[in-house]
């Protein structure tokens, strides 16, 4: 199956820091998901990218679909302790078809916030 | 509106029971799916159900068993369980045409001692 590949493994960040992050897969995608899981919950979507190229924002929370459709990004501005947690990138399983939900995850960014 | 909602939150099983994790929802989802989530290994796709009466195999089947009955519930079964399938499981559901936005349960963590 597909295997997306996510960076840094764990971050530890000061309070009011930007963060980044970043997925990359050695397949095409035509779509890309970044979920956040906080402690202790299931994880919940953030943004949904659709197109290469594509840069979506959420709030404090902006992502971008690669233009080589092998990478995305997602870049947390001005970091508050809330922003703690687990950040995943996810992609459809069969990475260009409507594979009706199979999703493939990365391992995830643990994301720490200092006050 | 509960949303999705998985029993039991916690539970601990011997080598070779067997078990069943519930799981519902009430927003009227085609789509279902089973979850395992390891540490530094993401979620992990077990089984998935696109509406009653269809089940399919994920990534990670072996060893668990799943049923659709009704739109609503989609219950994962352990037939003997072993120590391989600690984890936390968390079960999913979407709508068909927008499959990416899945709604994920609060989760079940299972010890299989």
């Known amino acids: 199956g597909q295997q997306l590949n996510q960076s840094p493994q764990s971050m530890f960040i000061q309070e009011g820091e930007d963060v980044s992050m970043n997925c990359t897969s050695s397949?095409?995608?035509?779509?890309w998901l970044w979920y956040k899981q906080d402690p202790g919950e299931g994880p919940v979507l953030l943004i949904a990218?659709?197109?290469?190229?594509e840069l979506t924002s959420n709030g404090r929370l902006t992502a971008q679909f690669g233009i080589t459709r092998k990478d995305s990004f997602l870049n947390i501005s001005a970091s508050i302790p809330s922003d703690v947690g687990i950040y995943f990138c996810?992609?459809?399983?069969?990475?260009?078809?409507?594979?009706?939900?199979?999703?493939?995850f990365g391992q995830g960014t643990i994301l720490t916030v200092h006050p | 509106n509960a949303g999705v909602t998985q029993t039991p939150k916690f539970q601990v099983l011997k080598t070779g029971q067997s078990m069943t994790l519930q799981c519902a929802q009430d927003m009227n989802h085609e789509y279902m799916s089973w979850y395992r989530q390891d540490p530094g290994m993401g979620l992990r796709l077990i089984h998935y159900?696109?509406?009653?009466?269809?089940?399919d195999q994920g990534e990670v089947p072996n060893g668990y068993n799943v049923s659709r009955s009704t739109t609503e519930d989609f219950p994962l079964r352990l037939l003997s369980a072993a120590p391989s399938q600690t984890s936390v499981y968390f079960c999913?559901?979407?709508?068909?045409?927008?499959?990416?936005?899945?709604?994920f349960g609060p989760g079940t963590r299972l010890l299989v001692l």
């Open positions: 999913a559901s979407s709508y068909l045409g927008a499959w990416g936005t899945q709604y």
């Open positions: 990218l659709y197109k290469a190229g």
């Open positions: 996810a992609g459809p399983a069969n990475a260009g078809g409507t594979s009706y939900g199979k999703l493939t």
């Open positions: 159900s696109v509406g009653a009466g269809i089940t």
């Open positions: 397949s095409i995608f035509n779509t």
